[in-house]
């Protein structure tokens, strides 16, 4: 597809290719928008099985940083960075140069963490500009945010928004989801947890006393909540039906296969929390962070509660699907 026609399908400002022929790399940085403020979006460092595969990532994802931003009504808007990671890249090189280009942007881009890329590539682009969160807890922010939209969806399904004493279920034990299982250990929730790393998984089931699932088994799990926090595309139209737990809330991106199946979910009487809803508590404490000039607390990442709680009462007003609603309100504050 012809790079204009790209940018116009995600409605995307601009997209900037960079290159450093030193240390090999070659880059991307979309801005889908700054209408509402600097563009804030992470760094993600890949292979791709082709260019084009890697423009429609970056502007695909930039796009979902805006509507993020956009939902938990921030003064900012939504970027990506992606790195094509290949073999004879010089990373420290690579990344100090990617750094160069994030700074050519006067501040309208700040930069993060994101899949593929590592704390040590952070502060090599630091060397270079300082829009960039290098020490920010992504994974302690992004499960109390998650922790809030469960808290948030409770409260709409049963009334109480407490998690004590409720089944919740924790696919994926990366840096987000083993930071959630405690934060629920902690707060009385009986836990399951699921992880394809099987050593992994036991460790943490041991550890935080709760029952070990097989990957297959825990997205038909009989519990009240399913934390969806590895892969996307894994709720569709067809499995849709099958689900036994009543509300799904989690930090995985894209997490429909197809838009089609937030309806289903509807359908099936599941609550669902948007993932770009639920999982946008390390964007926010970036973009405090960012607007005053220093470290915040934890706890300003809490309003994503009211975001959720309103966005689920305004779905059930118009029986709509929330993902129809959450992008609703995005398009219609980016307007």
């Not at 750094?99 to 040590?120: H, I, K, M, P, Q």
């Amino acid at each position: 597809m012809p790079l204009f026609k790209i940018l116009e399908e995600y409605r995307c400002e601009s997209l900037t290719l960079v290159a450093d022929h030193d240390s090999g790399l070659n880059a991307l940085i979309a801005i889908h928008s700054t209408r509402r403020g600097p563009a804030f979006g992470g760094i993600r460092t890949l292979t791709y099985k082709s260019q084009s595969a890697a423009v429609t990532d970056a502007v695909r994802l930039a796009q979902a940083m805006s509507y993020k931003a956009a939902v938990a009504d921030l003064p900012a808007g939504g970027g990506k960075a992606v790195v094509i990671s290949t073999p004879d890249m010089k990373r420290k090189q690579a990344f100090q140069a990617l750094g160069r280009a994030v700074e050519r942007f006067g501040g309208n881009y700040f930069t993060g963490l994101d899949v593929g890329t590592t704390r040590d590539d952070l502060y090599a682009v630091a060397e270079n500009t300082k829009n960039v969160a290098r020490d920010l807890d992504f994974g302690k922010a992004t499960a109390r945010g998650v922790l809030a939209a469960i808290q948030a969806a409770l409260k709409h399904r049963f009334g109480k928004g407490e998690v004590k004493d409720r089944r919740v279920a924790v696919q994926g034990l990366g840096a987000v989801g083993a930071e959630l299982v405690t934060m629920l250990h902690a707060a009385g929730a009986e836990v399951f947890i699921a992880d394809t790393d099987a050593k992994l998984a036991h460790e943490v089931g041991e550890r935080m006393e709760c029952e070990v699932l097989s990957p297959s088994r825990v997205l038909s799990a009989d519990v009240d909540v399913l934390c969806p926090c590895a892969l996307g595309s894994i709720f569709t139209v067809q499995n849709a039906e099958s689900l036994r737990c009543t509300i799904i809330a989690g930090s995985a991106n894209n997490q429909l296969a197809t838009p089609a199946a937030g309806a289903a979910l509807l359908k099936a009487d599941v609550t669902w929390v948007p993932d770009f809803v639920a999982n946008a508590g390390a964007l926010i404490k970036g973009v405090r962070e960012h607007e005053k000039g220093k470290e915040v607390g934890f706890d300003v990442v809490d309003q994503i509660y009211d975001t959720t709680l309103q966005l689920l009462q305004r779905a059930k007003k118009e029986h709509r699907p929330t993902n129809a609603v959450a992008e609703a309100i995005a398009q219609e504050r980016l307007a």
